[in-house]
């Protein structure tokens, strides 16, 4: 079964200027997730999708990210303008359910890591 | 809001020793917990999680967690370690809705010979 895709691996940019990253979950998964882990600590969810809806973006800076998941499927992350202290690991998530007591797993992709100089 | 605290930035553990890490939740109600490993390179990959029922709960690579509600805590641990078990550990509890987490700072093993 293939995992969590996430592209670019790396980007680097100057700040205020914009950026996008894309997920493709695992075939099948309903929800999807992401989160942004800055060096030295634990990942941060930004939003939370089920199917295409949103469920919890009540992290996510709304003034500069955004994210849409139009088809239900993947989903892409942009910033806009970006600040320095937007560089971290962006990480995708997904699983077969949202629901809490549905004995699923997320699973992680490998994420991209993203320097704002 | 749901919140955990993991008190150790780094630990050290000589190769077969056992380890704990420790981790602190703050919740009202019964939280869902999670430990997740993250190793150099790696994705953060799921070593076990309590939802209910029995409190001492086990997972993969040979690690097991207890939850204690009267300590508020869920602490990882292992009767033996591996060299290959050197990485981020990461403590987390459910938010409202499924698998979105708050995760804690994290706890970085070492494992020396």
């Known amino acids: 079964e293939a995992g969590v895709a996430q592209s670019p691996r790396y980007k680097i940019i100057e700040k205020r200027q914009s950026v996008a990253f894309w997920c493709n979950p695992i075939?099948?998964?309903?929800?999807l997730y992401w989160y942004q882990q800055i060096l030295g600590q634990g990942p941060k969810l930004l939003i939370q999708?089920?199917?295409?809806?949103?469920?919890?973006d009540s992290q996510l800076p709304k003034d500069r990210f955004s994210a849409e998941r139009l088809k239900g499927v993947d989903s892409t992350l942009k910033i806009q303008p970006a600040k320095l202290e937007d560089s971290a690991v962006y990480l995708c998530?997904?699983?077969?359910?949202?629901?809490?007591?549905?004995?699923?797993?997320?699973?992680f992709g490998q994420g991209t890591r993203l320097t704002v100089v | 809001a749901q919140s955990v605290t993991q008190p150790d930035i780094h630990i050290t553990v000589s190769e077969g020793a056992s380890l704990e890490l420790r981790c602190n939740y703050s919740?009202?109600?019964?939280?869902?917990l999670f430990w997740y490993v993250q190793s150099p390179g790696q994705g953060l990959q799921l070593l076990l999680k309590?939802?209910?029922?029995?409190?001492l709960v086990q997972g993969i690579k040979g690690f097991e967690a207890e939850f204690k509600r009267s300590q508020s805590s869920f602490n990882l641990r292992k009767p033996s370690v591996h060299w290959s078990d050197a990485a981020e550990y990461f403590c987390?509890?459910?938010?409202?809705?499924?698998?979105?987490?708050?995760f804690g700072k994290g706890t970085s093993l070492l494992v020396t010979p």
């Open positions: 987390a509890v459910g938010r409202n809705s499924g698998y979105a987490l708050n």
């Open positions: 919740y009202g109600a019964t939280p869902y």
């Open positions: 998530a997904s699983s077969l359910s949202g629901g809490k007591r549905v004995n699923t797993e997320a699973f």
């Open positions: 075939s099948g998964h309903a929800t």
């Open positions: 309590y939802f209910s029922g029995d409190t």
């Open positions: 999708f089920q199917n295409n809806g949103v469920v919890d």
